[in-house]
Structures are given as C-alpha cells and as structure tokens.
T-cell receptor, first 114, second 111 residues
C-alpha cells in the first residue's frame, strides 16, 4: 500500500514549456486535490475532484488544468509555465466517509520555472 | 469557513508537553476543528479532529473550550521529531471538500 505517490519529485522548466504532474493513490479514495505551497506560506488549493471524470476549481486555478480519467489518478497540467508557478506541489486524496476530512498527502513535487 | 488565529512560533523542551493554541471565535455549529502538521519539506499529515468534545488518539489530544471559540492541541511528550508546522483548520463536516491551510504555528522542540 503506497498511499499517495507523485511523479516527478523534481523538475526544472523554462518559461513557456509545458508539463504534467501525476498523482496516484491506491486507497480507492473518491476525492483528490492539488495544492501549491510557496516559501513560508500555507497550502493553497489549485483544483480538486470529487470523483472519476469530475474536476472543480480551487482558490488559485489560473494557469493550470486537471484531469481525472481514472479514479486512482489525478493529473495537473501546466500548458505554458511561468516563473510565478515555481512552487512545491502537493497532491492529496480523501475517502468519502462521514465528517472526517482526513486528507492523505503525497511527498510533493518541487518545480522551478526559469 | 471560520477564520483561525495561531501563534507564529513556539518552543518546547524535549519530553515536555507541547500545548498549541488556536482561536476560532467565529466557528459555527456544524464546523469541526482539524489539526494537521507538516514536517519540513514533507506533505501535511493529519493529527486529530473534533466537534465539541475533547478527543485523544495515539498522536495527540484536542481540547475544545465549551463555547468552541478556541482549542488546544496537546502533544503529551514532545520529541525532536515533533518539530513541524502545525495547522489548525476549521471546516464544516459532511459534504465539504476543501481544507484551507493558513500559515500555522512553527513548533521547535529543543533538546
């Protein structure tokens, strides 16, 4: 049981390049999330998904797209990377039971845009 | 969502109890208090949550005041591995999807 995994762990992009971050979970969770964390700041929600085939915007969605074609995977895309997108990106997942908001987080992807 | 206020940083001696306060004076009746922590460079980790009763698990205890306007997370015997940023989050229960992370409290456990 690997929990939540993220690929890649590190990446350096040039301005204007595109890339996709992959998040995978093996806990059969319904909900998945993408956050970004800038230095000295808390996490900010980019996009989330409440089930396979669904996505929704979070607090800071501009410049990102997402897809949830399979329940276990949640992809975050940057079509044209900008230096302002330099950040650490965390993926999380959560089950659908009751009032518990226990999200399980991946190890993060450190992205630098030059 | 109710706004939370936490101290920016705290120190605690190793082996002593760490008491982390959180103010959430605008909390509404259906909102839970959640605590997460983030050890340096890692993804956040769930610790505990509660509605109005005090809660305890293998990691910590959560004390919520009777008026629910504030709470305290207690790590009974802090170790160096407990050095982390601790986030207090208030969120409605069933049907809510998102958690809003503020800046949290940086807890430093001192040898």
């Amino acid at each position: 049981n690997a929990g939540v995994t993220q690929t890649p762990k590190f990446r350096v992009l040039k301005t204007g390049q595109s890339m996709t971050l992959l998040c995978a979970q093996d806990m059969n969770h319904e909900y998945m999330y993408w956050y970004r964390q800038d230095p000295g700041m808390g996490l900010r929600l980019i996009h989330y998904s409440v089930g396979e085939g669904t996505t929704a915007k979070g607090e800071v969605p501009d410049g990102y797209n997402v897809s949830r074609l399979k329940k276990q995977n949640f992809l975050l895309g940057l079509e044209s990377a900008a230096p302002s997108q330099t950040s650490v990106y965390f993926c999380a997942s959560r089950g659908s039971g009751g009032a518990l908001n226990e999200q399980f987080f991946g190890p993060g992807t450190r992205l630098t845009v030059l | 969502d109710a706004k939370t206020t936490q101290p920016t940083s705290m120190d605690c001696a190793e082996g002593r109890a760490a008491n982390l306060p959180c103010n959430h004076s605008t909390i509404s009746g259906n909102e839970y208090v959640y605590w997460y922590r983030q050890i340096h460079s890692q993804g956040p980790q769930y610790i505990i949550h509660g509605l109005k009763n005090n809660e305890t698990n293998e990691m910590a205890s959560l004390i919520i005041t009777e008026d629910r306007k504030s709470s305290t997370l207690i790590l009974p015997h802090a170790t160096l591995r407990d050095t982390a940023v601790y986030y207090c989050i208030v969120r409605a229960g069933a049907g809510s999807y998102q958690l809003t992370f503020g800046k949290g409290t940086k807890l430093s456990v001192i040898p």
